[in-house]
């Protein structure tokens, strides 16, 4: 069974903080994804990395994807409330199933 | 991308009745899905509804408790039968979509039962 492990689930921080958010698996994907989510909506497709080592910036949003295509992280720098939400990594195999982490809840505090 | 919308938005239902959620895409697709989710926390697969034949469902979900129905490709409906407490969650539609499987969601619709 495949499982991706998210850290941290919780995490509250002043406007302006750094952060990095987890995804971890003993799994290899054919790509990984990251959305985010607000209260009362769907999650929203931030970026999907496919290649081993990709880097991908979105803003102030950087993604990563391991070499071995087994976990990715997602760091924001200098951090704002517009930043608050729940962020999901996903791994895609090729059956057309995600595999969806833990979650990360977000709050940042002006 | 695609454009989801899901009916209701909300409800709140007594235990032992059934809900149908009713989800339309702007366009034809061919994978539509159907998710679970505790407020704040991570989605749970139900099962991928399949046009033409029968839904596959997941571990510890089954067609007579979630009967789905996907009469072509741009439309689904998940009833959630003889509801209980336990039932009341947060239920998500999403469409499949690229070479790379991204899923686009559907705003959700939030279930209470009494």
């Known amino acids: 069974t495949q499982l991706l492990e998210q850290s941290p689930q919780f995490l509250s921080i002043q406007e302006g903080e750094n952060l990095t958010v987890y995804c971890n698996s003993s799994?290899?994907?054919?790509?990984l994804q990251w959305y985010r989510q607000e209260p009362g909506e769907g999650p929203v497709l931030l970026v999907t990395?496919?290649?081993?080592?990709e880097v991908k910036k979105l803003k102030r949003l950087t993604f990563q994807f391991g070499d071995a295509r087994k976990d990715s992280s997602l760091h924001i720098t200098a951090a704002q409330p517009g930043d608050t939400g729940l962020y999901l990594c996903a791994g895609a195999g090729n059956t057309g199933k995600l595999i969806f982490g833990q979650g990360t809840t977000l709050q940042v505090k002006p | 991308s695609a454009v989801i919308s899901q009916k209701p938005s909300r409800d709140i239902c007594q235990r032992g009745t059934s809900l149908t959620i009713q989800c339309q895409v702007d366009s034809q697709v061919t994978m539509m899905f159907w998710y679970r989710q505790q407020p704040g926390q991570s989605l749970t697969l139900i099962a991928t509804a399949n046009q033409g034949s029968e839904a596959t469902y997941e571990s510890g979900f089954v067609i007579d408790k979630f009967p789905i129905s996907r009469p072509n490709l741009t439309f689904s409906t998940l009833t959630v039968s003889n509801m209980s407490p336990e039932d009341s969650s947060i239920y998500l539609c999403?469409?499949?979509?690229?070479?790379?499987?991204?899923?686009?969601f559907g705003p959700g619709t939030r279930l209470t039962v009494t």
């Open positions: 799994s290899v994907f054919s790509s």
């Open positions: 990395v496919v290649t081993g080592g």
């Open positions: 999403s469409v499949g979509r690229g070479s790379n499987y991204e899923q686009y």
